[in-house]
């Protein structure tokens, strides 16, 4: 009988086919290790093919099993859409969370964040392959994450999965996929449903912009379609974003214009249309 998965939310926080190969690197003055996983001839859902997939990741702690062999420690961390691992070091993540004796104490559990593919230091579009990257999903990702945990990492069990937004419907997908793997899930701000709605319109829209801008040429462009990542960051903004925060935090014009322009050049620089065109496009077939 497979093992009954508990969807942990808020407070309950507390209650917590190929070969690869790894490089390593301790970084003491922050307590972590960063590393790179390759897995090897990985197909994807659509049929294409890699002969090298890789995977960036970042730990803390250690992991601790039991006399059978069995992780009893590991967390992993996903993040959202266009985001990294690198982001849950953050004072306002890490800093509530990762520290002696806070929730997810890295003297205690081996916290685990990765970046996902087509994503940061992952293997992505814009590495070279532009639009010939093959077109991965959320199962993809997952799939590739499993062949971290399990062949780069050592991992055959976790404690616990958090996830946030993309990462949260990650967390539903790992339930479906791998539904034994781990204790509990915890997905933050999502939903388990078919993508549809307004979330499916600002995707299409973003995607549309990029694909419609003369200047992204199919994908092969040698500078960015600047128009089409100035849509695209608008639109991400506004489905990002809160009414009533935006309204204390921008109260006049002035405010909510400069906020604006500060915001597109802060993003833009790194930005790259391919990347986030298949970053948005992988939930098209989200439903679990």
Known sequence: MRQKIRFVFGVALAWVVFGGTTSRAQHTETGTTEGDFVVHNFTFRSGESLPEVRLHYTTLGKAVRDASGHTTN?????????????????????????????????????????????HVKSSKPSDGLHARFPQYDYDDMV???????????????????FGTSMGCMHSFVWGE???????????????????????RVWRKMV???????????????A??????????????????????????????????????????????????????????????????
């Open 177 to 199: 996929m791998y539904p034994d793997f781990m204790d509990a899930l915890m997905p933050m701000a999502c939903l388990p449903l078919q993508i549809a709605g307004r979330n």
């Open 223 to 288: 500078a960015e379609p600047v128009q089409a990542l100035r849509t695209a960051l608008d639109l991400l903004l506004i489905a990002g974003s809160a009414p009533l925060p935006n309204q204390k935090s921008m109260p006049t014009r002035d405010d909510s214009d400069q906020y604006l322009e500060k915001y597109f050049h802060d993003r833009v620089a790194d930005l790259d249309a391919n990347d986030l065109l298949y970053q948005v496009n992988a939930s098209r077939n989200y439903d679990p």
């Open 143 to 161: 799939a590739l994450h499993y062949k971290l945990l399990n062949e780069g990492l050592g991992v055959n069990h976790l404690r616990l999965i």
């Open 74 to 118: 590991a967390v992993l961390i996903l993040h959202g859409t266009g985001g990294s691992g690198h982001q849950f070091l953050a004072p306002y993540f890490a800093g509530e969370l990762f520290g002696a004796g806070q929730l997810l104490d890295a003297s205690r559990y081996y916290l685990i964040l990765v970046d996902g593919v087509g």
């Open 207 to 221: 995607m549309d912009a990029i694909r419609n801008d003369p200047e992204w040429k199919g994908g092969d462009y």
